[in-house]
């Protein structure tokens, strides 16, 4: 695959929040369409804050994590530039840049990852 048809791949032609399936879906400028459950997306959040409690969640497993858990409502979306899209979560979150080839690389369809893999990943 040549670099221009890499980036291709990696440009949404739409974007849809379905708040009531719980469902982030994409439809890539290549054709392939990826669904991502919000659930998921909020549990691999890339911020800084989120990236270091499960960096400490895997170091310390008996670690308890205080108050309630993340909330994979979302509240609003937006479009950072033209590579990545930011939710605010209804729990108040809203720091996480999901970047459009990270997201392409993580697609639960099983012809490229056979479910989602446990972190978003980096391409």
Known sequence: ???????????????????????F???WADGHRSVYRLAWMRSVCPCASCREDRRQAEEDPMRLAVGPPPDPKVDSAELVGNYAVRFTWADGHGNG??????????CPCPACNQGEPDDLLCS
């Open 1 to 23: 695959m040549s670099l221009a048809q890499t980036r291709e791949a990696c440009q949404p032609t739409d974007l849809t929040v379905d708040t009531s399936a719980g469902e």
């Open 25 to 27: 879906t994409v439809e």
């Open 97 to 106: 840049i999901y970047g459009f080839s990270s997201l392409r690389a993580s």
